[in-house]
């Protein structure tokens, strides 16, 4: 069995349907459906069985987790950048991770887990994905601390010959309805677009970048999926492993990309940043993407230009809010 932990939610359902793809359906999920309509990306896909987090928590901290595993990919967390629940956090991000490793490693199952491009803070140490040098890295938030804590537990373990520990950069693309105010760009901008004709963004405060101009590693769902399960199959690489395009862009290119995808003028007004959020904002970002190919990762990966493209015509404006 397959465990996919978020299996329900925006990068961990995606992962599922491309297991389903390669002609794999004995896959477990592991989530929390709540009331914010998850249950959508679950539509059409393939799995054995499915746990509530809880019950999973429970079920492996008891050791009477009912299946035997061949791999862990342990996508579930709280992605929340702006949740000031520290406690929360903790536990949720750091504590239920321990659990999950020490699950998996048990059973000589692979371990596969997401980090987060979150823990280079504003980036004045680099976006290299060394496992070395992770102490020198200082997060701007409790969401990308909870992930470093994790990062350099692993590392105090002597783990990361055995595990492989993902960074995602900024992820896009459909199976992101449910996360309210965690949903992409792409996918605020096209609800504005449509129903005003016109894109906000927020202003620069850093005189290095011009209003829009701070800059981001966007990369496409269906890319980062790909970038994930090449690790299910290539166990001799292990570590940290950045997943982006290793191409920064602008907030300007992204949303002249979805008007040009709308076959819409450009319009961007540019708009005051919550005071709580100017010391915490990341003015640029990018993945440095050599290592993972290194060890043999080819796929080619969509532009931004093609990403957005696909994103709105054959799902946004299609209103078809899954990926498969």
């Known amino acids: 069995m397959i465990i996919v932990t978020g299996g329900a939610g925006f990068i961990g359902s995606v992962v599922v349907w491309k297991l389903n793809l390669l002609g794999r359906d004995d896959v477990i999920i592991v989530d929390r459906l709540g009331d914010e309509e998850k249950w959508k990306n679950l539509n059409g896909l393939k799995y054995a069985d499915i746990f509530h987090k809880d019950e999973f928590y429970d079920l492996i901290v008891e050791e009477s987790f009912p299946y035997s595993v061949e791999a862990v990919i342990h996508l579930g967390a ?8 520290a406690d929360y956090l903790l536990f949720n991000n750091f504590k239920y991770s321990q659990a999950v490793a020490r699950f998996a490693l048990e059973r000589d199952a692979r371990f596969i887990y997401a980090s987060s491009a979150a823990t280079y ?43 492989v520990g993902l960074k995602y950069f900024n992820v896009y693309g459909p199976n992101e309805y449910h996360k309210g105010d965690m949903r992409s760009v792409v996918h605020k901008a096209f609800e504005q677009a449509v129903h005003s004709g016109k894109v906000k963004l927020f202003k620069s405060y850093n005189e290095k970048f011009k209003d829009g101009e701070q800059m981001r590693d966007f990369i496409y ?34 949303v002249t990309a979805l008007f040009k995808a709308l076959e819409m003028p450009v319009n961007i007004e540019y708009i005051d940043m919550p005071g709580y959020l100017r010391n915490k904002y990341q003015y640029f970002t990018q993945a440095d993407v050599s290592k993972i190919k290194n060890f043999g990762f080819n796929s080619e990966i969509h532009s931004l230009e093609d990403g957005v493209s696909d994103y709105v015509k054959n799902y946004l404006l299609k209103n078809k809010f899954v990926a498969y």
């Open 121 to 163: 803070g504003d980036g004045s140490n680099g976006y290299q994905d060394n496992e070395e040098t992770i102490e020198n890295l200082r997060p701007l938030n409790m969401y990308g601390y909870s992930k470093q804590m994790f990062d350099l537990w692993i590392k105090r373990k002597n783990l990361f010959d055995k595990v």
């Open 221 to 254: 769902v269906k890319d980062a999926v790909d970038m994930t399960l090449f690790f299910l199959e290539n166990k001799r690489a292990n570590g940290l492993f950045n997943i982006g395009t290793g191409q920064a862009r602008t907030w300007n290119d992204l």
């Open 78 to 85: 709280c992605s929340s950048t702006t949740e000031k629940d």
